[in-house]
């Protein structure tokens, strides 16, 4: 009996063994990009090294996702194999602006306003994409001042990263960043097209194109369907120095390209000729505009930076009595593949990330 028992016991543990040998070598690249997440900024900003299929390929096979609700639901099944997932995007107020060096070397600045969110450099190399550096507002997916990735356990929520980027750029040299647009009609176009969110959007095109006419041609062959019922629009640009603004208005799409000589930036409102206005940001629209101006477009890394931190905001809204913030601020090297990343308004302490490292 003892004998037997013992067997039993001795089969049941073996059972056990060769189970947890099989989920760990199944989930081995999850398991892995866990482990790869560091804390780079105490304000709460995370890195993460992106070794797992987050599923881009499938989803858009499938035809996309027509909703938030919809991309919470391939996330959750797909990368967080059932876990539950709650994407809360909140309204949010941003900068962006096209620049080149003196060494020629084009530049995609960004400042990202908001009250506090934690937040996650990104970085992935999909089997099928363009290698990228992108950040993610990591709030989106339930994370907060006490709440952070700092754990194993804690940190599982960040296999969702990828979908929940606001700006970044790719091996490519393209790059992407996207602003709110208050007080508009959410953007949700209806034909037989791909269908995207704002955030699996900017995903595909950061996973996908080369240069801005690919994203845009890609764009033209996508319905839009903006996340959190609210209104974005976005400027992309690119390694040879090509810049566009990307608007939605009555669900139609309109590329405002940027002609010969003119310079491009973005606050928090329309620039299409027939709604130009719409929104605000004005003023920190025309501080980046003016210094550009001033300088021929011309700045350095360095001096792209100190525009960023010019134009940031640390100011309480009289209305609801909530602190907006710049959360991060970002320089892209569009020609070099790197970006200086600020977290939380500390301009003395800049983050270098590269996608050659």
């Known amino acids: 009996m003892k004998k037997t028992l013992k067997r039993v016991m001795i089969g049941l543990l073996a059972a056990v063994v060769l189970l947890a040998a099989g989920l760990g070598w199944m989930f081995r690249k999850e398991i892995q990009t866990l482990n790869s997440i560091q804390k780079v900024d105490d304000y709460g900003m995370y890195q993460i090294e992106y070794s797992a299929d987050y599923g881009l390929d499938q989803l858009v096979a499938s035809g996309g996702a027509s909703s938030d609700s919809e991309l919470v639901s391939y996330v959750a099944g797909n990368l967080l194999k059932g876990l539950p997932l709650k994407f ?3 309204d949010f107020g941003c900068s962006t602006f096209q620049a080149q060096n003196e060494e020629g070397d084009w530049l995609f600045g960004r400042n990202y306003d908001l009250n506090y969110v934690p937040s996650m450099i990104v970085k992935s190399n999909p089997d099928h994409g363009y290698a990228s550096i992108a950040v993610a507002n990591i709030s ?6 006490e709440k952070q990735p700092d754990s194993f356990l804690s940190s599982i929520m960040s296999l969702a990263a990828p979908y929940v980027m606001m700006d970044g750029l790719n091996e490519m040299g393209f790059s992407i960043g996207v602003l709110l647009i208050r007080g508009m009609e959410p953007t949700n176009q209806e034909t037989d097209k791909l269908d995207l969110t704002t955030t699996s959007a900017m995903r595909w095109l950061l996973d996908k194109a080369a240069t801005v006419e690919e994203a845009v041609g890609m764009l033209e062959n996508m319905d839009m369907h903006a996340s959190a019922n609210a209104s974005y629009h976005f400027q992309m640009a690119d390694a040879q120095g090509d ?13 405002i390209r940027k002609e010969d000589g003119e310079f491009q930036m973005l606050t928090n409102f329309l620039i299409s000729e027939d709604v130009y206005g719409f929104g605000k940001g004005q003023d920190r629209y025309t501080i980046l505009a003016d210094t550009l101006q001033e300088n021929n477009g011309i700045l350095s890394e360095k001096n792209a930076m100190s525009l960023l931190e010019a134009v940031s905001q640390n100011k309480v809204n009289e209305e609801t009595g909530t602190l907006t913030a710049t ?3 970002v320089v892209y090297n569009n020609t070099q593949k790197t970006a200086k990343i600020v977290a939380g308004g500390q301009f003395g302490h800049v983050i270098e990330v590269s996608l050659g490292q």
């Open 88 to 90: 809360n995007i909140p």
């Open 140 to 145: 989106v997916l339930g994370y907060n001042e």
């Open 243 to 255: 810049s566009a603004g990307i608007e939605y208005v009555d669900n139609q799409l309109r590329v």
């Open 327 to 329: 959360q991060w601020s």
